[in-house]
């Protein structure tokens, strides 16, 4: 990993980006069905084109009707998403995304299944044009009691689980009758985190890549699968915001909102722009790296549990 860290160094540009590109790494051991996940969000992109990094033994297996032609290290999607199938090189083919003239809007990054995500979250963010938006651990519901027993997979396991902020437990399906002992155990290992039941992967893409470029909406996953269904709600500003106001009311979002994303124009502080970032219990309000609008409106969306969704209490935050 330290070498990984200071080739990365080595490689990436000095000077600061005028973009940054937001990374989410799909974690989990073998056979918990990261590459599933990965294939459901290039189908189901939300209108973002989207690159994907493969940390593997092989490349991504890309269900074939989605692939349309092979050029080197790319594959060209009918989405039009860009995948590249990588070997190690992690920091030469996050460059050479960065360096692309039609440069993707976010990266997926599927880890190995024995991979620490932590150690590959230092190494990719060393390229200050990426930052990391969400590390999502899927769990094999059918097998992690047992890993977690047996002292040859329990550290890698405990690892994957300890560093998600999304952490999903899927095949949810086929252990019925052992569903509340893995909540608990996973709530044991990582208190506090967004916990999902799901089936064949089935993250939806406004939750596994960040809040959407649509209105309000509520969504849920397909009939039969396990996962939650989600709320969002879309707040707007035509005018510059007060920001003493906005930061108060994001401390004051309620628990149920797991993911956040908002863009500011304040009052004072001529044309910046700044952006709100919130997964789980990561967030951070930054600078806009990216070229400044010419309208001064804020856009604030927000995600979160319909079980727990309360609209009053939303709608008198904001």
Not at 227 to 255: H, M
Request: glycine share 8%; proline share 5%; charged share 25%.
């Amino acid at each position: 990993m330290l070498m990984g860290i200071f080739e990365a160094a080595r490689i990436v540009p000095r000077t600061a980006p005028s973009f940054t590109l937001p990374l989410t790494i799909i974690s989990g051991f073998l056979g918990a069905g990261k590459t599933t996940l990965v294939n459901r969000l290039l189908s189901d992109p939300a209108g973002r084109r989207i690159a994907v990094l493969v940390n593997d033994f092989a490349a991504v297996n890309i269900d074939e009707e989605l692939i349309r032609f092979r050029t080197g290290d790319a594959i060209g999607l009918t989405n039009g998403c860009a995948c590249c199938s990588i070997n190690g090189d992690l920091v030469k083919a996050i460059q050479r995304l960065v360096e692309r003239s039609d440069p993707p809007e976010a990266i997926v990054l599927e880890a190995s299944g024995i991979a620490d995500p932590r150690g590959i979250a230092q190494i990719a963010l060393a390229n200050p044009a990426v930052r990391l938006d969400a590390i999502i651990t899927l769990i094999d519901a059918e097998t992690c009691l047992e890993r977690l027993q047996d002292g040859r997979t329990r550290s890698t396991l405990m690892a994957q689980i300890s560093a998600a902020d999304i952490i999903a437990i899927n095949k949810i399906d086929l252990v019925e009758a052992r569903c509340k002992e893995i909540r608990e155990t996973v709530e044991s290992i990582a208190p506090k985190r967004v916990l999902l039941e799901t089936t064949h992967g089935n993250v939806p893409t406004e939750v596994a890549l960040g809040a959407g470029k649509h209105g309000s909406s509520v969504f849920a996953c397909s009939p039969g699968d396990h996962a939650t269904g989600f709320s969002s709600a879309t707040r707007t500003w035509k005018d510059p915001v007060d920001r003493t106001a906005i930061e108060r009311a994001l401390r004051d979002l309620p628990p149920y909102v797991i993911r956040a994303k908002g863009t500011f124009s304040f009052k004072g502080e001529g044309d910046k722009r700044y952006v709100y970032q919130r997964v789980g219990g990561r967030e951070a309000l930054e600078p806009s790296s990216e070229p400044i609008a010419t309208h001064s409106e804020s856009r604030l969306v927000l995600i979160g549990f319909s079980n727990s969704w309360k609209k009053a209490e939303i709608s008198a935050l904001l």
